[in-house]
T-cell receptor, first 109, second 113 residues
Framework: RKEVEQDPGPFNVPEGATVAFNCTYS??????FFWYRQDCRKEPKLLMS???SGNEDGRFTAQLNRASQYISLLIRDSKLSDSATYLC??????????FGPGTRLSVLP | DAGVTQSPTHLIKTRGQHVTLRCSPI?????VSWYQQVLGQGPQFIFQ???????GRGNFPDRFSARQFPNYSSELNVNALLLGDSALYLC????????????FGPGTRLTVL
C-alpha cells in the first residue's frame, strides 16, 4: 500500500457543481496535512493546511479524520479556474513530506 | 517579496552527463527540500537541508547529492544521468525543519536524451 493515496480522477464537473476529493494516508503518526493545487506544467501552490477541527477558506473546506486516516477537500460552486490537479501532502514528526499522486479536476462550462 | 527561485528553468542533457540545479529560498526561510516529479505523479522527496545540514533523504541513488550554503541557498547535483532522471525538479522552502508549510519554486524541467 502506498503511503498516500488519492481518488484517481479525473473529475469532470460543470461550473457551479460541488466536488469532493479524498486522500488516505497509511502512517498513523502523521501530524501535518496540506492540500496543494498544481496547474499544468507549473509548481504546486499551497491551497490550505488541514486542521484537526476542519477548516474553510471561501469555497474550499478541508476535513481531517484521524480515526480513518483520511483528509478531504470540498470545493463548492466550482469555477473554470479551479481546473487543476489537487495534491495532498502528509508529514509525520521527524519525517519528510509525502505527496499523493494527485487528482485532476476539470470544470466544464 | 521574492518567492522561491530556481535556475535554470529548462535543461537538456545527454545520458552520462552531470547536472547542477540551484535554488534560493524565501527570505528568512532556513530549510530547503528537493523533490522530483515525473509526469502524472506527485512530487517525490529527495533531500531536506536545514541550517546547512542534511535532515532527510529519500529513496534515491547516490548519484543524487545536495548541499546548502550559508545564505540558505541550495544546489542539487545529479551524476551519470539516466533517461529516467527526466522530470520536473522542485525546490521547496520552509521556515524550519519541522512540519512547517512548504512553498515551491517554479521548478527546473530536466530532459535527458
Amino acid at each position: 500500500r502506498k503511503e498516500v493515496e488519492q481518488d484517481p480522477g479525473p473529475f469532470n464537473v460543470p461550473e457551479g457543481a460541488t466536488v469532493a476529493f479524498n486522500c488516505t494516508y497509511s502512517n498513523s503518526a502523521s501530524q501535518s496535512f496540506f492540500w496543494y493545487r498544481q496547474d499544468c506544467r507549473k509548481e504546486p501552490k499551497l491551497l490550505m493546511s488541514v486542521y484537526s477541527s476542519g477548516n474553510e477558506d471561501g469555497r474550499f473546506t478541508a476535513q481531517l479524520n484521524r480515526a480513518s486516516q483520511y483528509i478531504s477537500l470540498l470545493i463548492r460552486d466550482s469555477k473554470l479556474s479551479d481546473s487543476a490537479t489537487y495534491l495532498c501532502a502528509v508529514k509525520g514528526y521527524g519525517q519528510n513530506f509525502v505527496f499523493g499522486p494527485g487528482t485532476r479536476l476539470s470544470v466544464l462550462p | 517579496d521574492a518567492g522561491v527561485t530556481q535556475s535554470p528553468t529548462h535543461l537538456i542533457k545527454t545520458r552520462g552527463q552531470h547536472v547542477t540545479l540551484r535554488c534560493s529560498p524565501i527570505s528568512g526561510h532556513k530549510s530547503v527540500s528537493w523533490y522530483q516529479q515525473v509526469l502524472g505523479q506527485g512530487p517525490q522527496f529527495i533531500f531536506q537541508y536545514y541550517e546547512k545540514e542534511e535532515r532527510g533523504r529519500g529513496n534515491f541513488p547516490d548519484r543524487f547529492s545536495a548541499r546548502q550554503f550559508p545564505n540558505y541557498s541550495s544546489e542539487l547535483n545529479v551524476n551519470a544521468l539516466l533517461l529516467g532522471d527526466s522530470a520536473l525538479y522542485l525546490c521547496a522552502s520552509s521556515l524550519g525543519a519541522g512540519g512547517d508549510t512548504q512553498y515551491f519554486g517554479p521548478g527546473t524541467r530536466l530532459t535527458v536524451l
